[in-house]
């Protein structure tokens, strides 16, 4: 039998295809970009503080290099693989979808630059002063030009580049002047200077008020010094963004050799993959601009001028420079997560977890039970092992200290950590070559498989039987996002759900992914089916008449499978409401496609990170929390765990939260049946920030709870006194 054409194969490739129906779906890309301008509109809201709106407009600007590096870099893999691979919500090939990415990227950096000339403006007349070298009075200029002589000069590594001297690489996001230059004898050539990482970004000039300029912009001014053989006709700010998404199953390696080795080489090439973006900072001839594109091989469309400095993460440092009652008045207003009230900080947790449930939400409250948790377990002489995974650790980590302390106390200590969480890697490994020497069993996962999930099991001997206390989290064990996402995590010593975790730690120790469980959801095998069967309970609740409803919140929504089961259960007449930070590639409010979904994003002042899938209401209600968003890569490609909130009174409090989100006015944007998002409705009716109504009901929490302690206190006392008082009387 003959074996089949590359015509005939590509043609059984195209039959195989599922016909989808794009009438309700967007491109995850272009959401994407619709996401960040979000959060770009939060930098032009004139009630967000005026330094809070500078670090907007910083997060907008690292959100966009990261795209870049990441999803642009994707997109340009496959073009030069010269696969015929097309998004399955809107059909484009991947070339199509990089024209769509470079056409609607250029009025967000217009949009940019607006908001950034708005927000100095208005930092000058709050006596910040960021200035240009050309606009400084004297002795502040005299200041500068000292500081470059003696500090900046001196550390330089200037080079021209013509026939002896080529094109050098340049590294992924450094920022570089680019120069047009003229030799004595008449002949051009260009030449170049690497912004040095050793030198502070900004440069603060002497006196009273608070001026600084950017480290980049006084090695433009004075660059005709670093060139004084030669006469400089043109001269720019310039960066490269290069492909940053390597993934380690592309790579061919020993499979015998050790796999925290391979990611070091991994880490060491991402630097030198191909440029996917050039940036330049106002303007440039077209003969500047033609040979960079020739040297970098962009096209036309990838090169992009901005009038905001090409790194904006200097605003961070700014912070510390200003003075104190002015960054108070040009911030948020503090807030520090709030004690639980549910528990005190006298109280054992492990004594309190084996009677009762208790639920945390960051960053309203502390993460502080958690880690208490692991340190009560690892001094606790019944406590025979702790299991955890591990995505992303804060680089100072108690829970980490007190993971290693544990193993130090002759406690089995299991630790699987993932080394790809990208962009963390190398903390990880840090930490776990840290873990290993303190007595931890690591283990690194698999090969094709990220693990995800957010669990932790503490094996304890009770009196008659074997206890498990389990820890389940929406967001990672960083103690420093804790307290700037929101994100929950259930402590509890529910046996089923502990039995599952003994469960799901033994089948990830043998690379075991398809294993059952009673109680959890556990993808790659397990997550989206268990949550179709919900959805599909949905549907026949609505088809027989009674009310079906699902209330979804997460960061992305982009699982082509979860949408089509979602249109399902709408045009089932499930009444559907999503709460979706970022991407959203389903379209709401659609005429017998969608038309019983709403969908609304929420951008503030923390990062909305909780993963919450709520089918049904009252007594019947399912909750579960997850790792995982409606992500095809959350589904099929990683270890994700869904746990569902058994005590009746936790699911009531998490359906509340649901609640307060949906009815957010301040904060909250509608996305519509046209793919574009609205501001919300009844705007003057009801003045409601979720955010804001969870600080303020934490910090009213806390305060009843420490009241409560106190009376308890004072009763106690009065007893005593009482007590005491009977027996001198005796």
Aim: aromatic letters at 10%; proline letters at 4%.
């Amino acid at each position: 039998m003959d074996c089949p054409s590359n015509v005939e194969r590509k043609e059984e490739q195209r039959m195989e295809t599922p016909n989808y129906d794009f009438s309700y779906t967007v491109n995850r890309e272009l959401s994407w970009l619709k996401f960040n301008e979000r959060v770009l509109k939060e930098a032009a809201d004139e009630s967000v503080p005026l330094f809070e709106r500078l670090k907007f407009i910083s997060i907008f600007t690292s959100n966009l290099d990261e795209f870049f590096m990441i999803r642009v870099g994707s997109l340009h893999d496959l073009c030069l693989l010269g696969e015929e691979s097309c998004d399955n919500k809107t059909g484009m090939t991947a070339s199509q979808q990089l024209d769509s990415i470079f056409h609607a990227v250029p009025p967000l950096y217009r949009k940019r630059d607006n908001i950034f000339s708005e927000v100095q403006q208005l930092m000058a007349h709050n006596h910040v002063f960021h200035t240009a070298p050309q606009q400084l009075k004297n002795g502040s200029r005299k200041f500068v030009k000292h500081y470059f002589e003696n500090r900046i000069l001196p550390v330089l590594s200037p080079q021209i580049i013509d026939i002896h001297h080529p094109f050098p690489h340049l590294i992924n996001k450094g920022i570089y002047i680019f120069l047009l230059l003229k030799d004595k004898s008449n002949k051009k050539m260009f030449g170049m200077i690497p912004l040095p990482s050793t030198l502070p970004k900004l440069i603060f000039t002497p006196g009273n008020k608070l001026e600084y300029i950017l480290l980049e912009d006084i090695l433009l001014e004075y660059s005709q010094e670093v060139f004084d053989s030669y006469r400089i006709l043109e001269k720019n700010i310039i960066s490269v963004t290069r492909n940053a998404d390597i993934n380690p199953d592309d790579e061919a390696y020993d499979m015998d050799e050790d796999y925290r080795c391979h990611m070091k080489k991994i880490l060491k090439k991402r630097a030198r993959l191909d440029p996917v973006r050039l940036e330049i900072q106002d303007t440039m001839s077209s003969e500047m601009e033609q040979y960079l594109s020739a040297k970098l091989h962009l096209r036309k469309e990838q090169i992009f001028y901005s009038c905001t400095p090409l790194d904006m993460k200097y605003v961070f440092t700014l912070a510390e420079h200003l003075p104190s009652v002015l960054r108070t008045r040009m911030s948020y207003p503090p807030f520090l997560p709030q004690c639980s009230p549910y528990i005190s900080k006298k109280d054992s947790i492990l004594s309190f977890v084996q009677k009762k449930d208790l639920l945390l939400s960051f960053p309203y409250e502390e993460i502080g039970p958690f880690l208490r948790l692991l340190k009560e377990a690892a001094f606790d002489q019944n406590v025979i092992s702790i299991k955890i995974t591990i995505y992303r650790l804060a680089n100072q980590s108690k829970l980490a200290e007190y993971l290693c302390l544990a193993a130090e106390n002759g406690k089995d200590v299991t630790i699987l950590m993932e080394l790809r969480a990208r962009f963390d890697e190398q903390n990880n490994i840090g930490w776990a070559e840290r873990m290993e020497e303190t007595g931890c069993h690591v283990i690194y996962g698999f090969d094709e498989y990220k693990v995800h999930s957010k669990i932790c099991l503490i094996t304890r001997k009770g009196k008659n039987k074997i206890q498990y206390i389990t820890q389940i989290g929406t967001g990672n064990y960083n103690e420093k996002t804790a307290k700037l996402y929101t994100d929950l995590s259930l402590l509890t010593s529910n046996e089923s759900v502990g039995l599952d975790a003994v469960e799901f730690f033994k089948n990830m120790g043998i690379g075991k992914l398809d294993g059952y469980y009673d109680t959890l959801f556990v993808a790659p095998y397990g997550l989206k089916q268990g949550l179709m069967k919900q959805i599909d309970m949905e549907i026949e609740k609505a088809v027989s008449g009674r009310e079906g409803k699902i209330i979804m919140k997460m960061n992305s929504l982009t699982d082509r499978e979860m949408i089509d089961k979602l249109a399902q259960a709408s045009q089932s007449g499930v009444r559907i409401q999503l709460i979706v930070r970022g991407i959203c590639c389903l379209i709401p409010g659609l005429k017998g496609k969608t038309e019983n979904i709403s969908v609304i994003s929420i951008v503030g002042r923390f990062l909305e990170h909780s993963r919450v899938y709520c089918f049904g209401e009252g007594s019947g209600m399912n909750i579960f929390i997850s790792s995982a968003d409606l992500m095809t890569r959350n589904m099929d490609r990683r270890v994700e765990i869904a746990c569902p909130i058994a005590d009746q009174n936790l699911k009531k409090q998490i359906y509340d939260m649901l609640q307060i989100y949906l009815h957010d006015t301040v904060k909250a944007k509608k996305l519509n049946r046209f793919g574009t998002y609205t501001e919300p409705e009844n705007l003057e009716k009801n003045n409601l920030s979720a955010q804001q109504y969870f600080m303020r009901e934490a910090a009213e929490r806390s305060q009843w709870a420490s009241l409560q302690e106190k009376k308890e206190n004072l009763l106690k006392r009065a007893v005593l006194q009482l007590k005491n008082r009977s027996a001198f009387e005796k």
